[in-house]
């Protein structure tokens, strides 16, 4: 998938799921976002939205949501870069059947969580909060999904060994804070390990073009910087302040932001990130002419 230009969320009558994914979507997404709307496989006709939506958006002090009465989902709402997003596996192909459209996708396909959202309806109030809970989560890793494919900051790859875990999970949530998709190679808890393992993993995944960027942490951030740059087309900075972090990106384009967890504490660290993460490169040609000296 190359572009998204609007996102439909289904499910099987409009009155729940879709409208309830539609308004953390509208909540939680930038004006930069594709259009989005909500709509039912199958509405016999039209009926207001089940009261719960609203009643547990206001108690979770969210935005109500602005869906009006139950709509099927038709031919009409579709493009040719609409991507429909299904809360069940049952829904998708149904959907995929019925339009003849491969950008159809469950949602937990589509944010890896690999998981169906089934329909509450009947239940006790606790299972309602559970999917509250897992609609919430999945539409802020659909928001971050669709940012990387239509081009913002871009997929970040995370690693760290046992002296960065910690900061680690510092950078995780500022990414997730601010809708930026990531994919973490570990380490995967405070356990001593053996930092090459990570490095190398992160480094690969840029030079290979999974990600658009990298960011290892381990005591110092230097181990990790040396491992990363033995990967060829990577150029790994190692950054414990602001300016480097932009002059870094602005001459040399690097692609990977090393740091040491033992040297900057989390909140310099995260201003570090932000300022890499932000930073284009300046393009200019004799910064170009010194990269592929590097290179070569």
């Not at 799921?17 to 509405?43: H, K, N, Q, T």
């Not at 995260?270 to 932000?278: A, G």
Request: glycine share 8%; proline share 3%; net charge negative.
């Amino acid at each position: 998938m190359t572009h998204i230009d609007k996102v439909i969320f289904v499910c099987s009558n409009n009155s729940f799921l879709s409208p309830l994914a539609e308004a953390f979507y509208r909540s939680y997404g930038s004006d930069d976002l594709p259009e989005c709307i909500s709509r039912g496989m199958v509405v016999l006709f039209p009926e207001p939205i089940n009261p719960k939506v609203n009643m547990m958006l206001v108690a979770k002090g969210e935005e109500l949501s602005k869906h009006g009465n139950t709509v099927e989902l038709s031919e009409e709402d579709l493009t040719d870069y609409t991507c429909i997003l299904t809360m069940t596996l049952s829904e998708k192909v149904k959907v995929m059947e019925k339009f003849k459209t491969a950008r159809v996708f469950t949602i937990g396909e589509f944010t890896k969580e690999a998981t169906d959202i089934l329909d509450p309806y009947g239940k006790e109030d606790e299972v309602y909060e559970e999917v509250f809970d897992a609609v919430l989560k999945n539409v802020k890793a659909c928001i971050r999904r669709i940012k990387t494919i239509n081009g913002g900051v871009g997929m970040i790859a995370l690693g760290s060994d046992h002296g960065g875990y910690e900061l680690k999970q510092d950078i995780i949530a500022y990414l997730e804070e601010n809708n930026i998709a990531y994919n973490d190679y570990g380490c995967y808890d405070s356990a001593s390990c053996d930092y090459p393992i990570y490095a190398k993993a992160v480094a690969n995944a840029v030079a290979g073009g999974e990600c658009t960027k990298g960011i290892i942490i381990c005591g110092t951030g230097i181990g990790v910087s040396i491992t990363a740059n033995k990967v060829p087309g990577i150029r790994a900075a190692l950054c414990h302040d602001t300016f480097s972090a932009e002059a870094t990106r602005l001459h040399n384009d690097a692609n990977v932001l090393t740091m040491g967890a033992r040297v900057v504490g989390p909140g310099l660290a995260l201003k570090i990130v932000e300022t890499f993460l932000n930073t284009e490169f300046s393009e200019d040609e004799r910064h170009i002419r010194r990269i592929s000296m590097i290179e070569d």
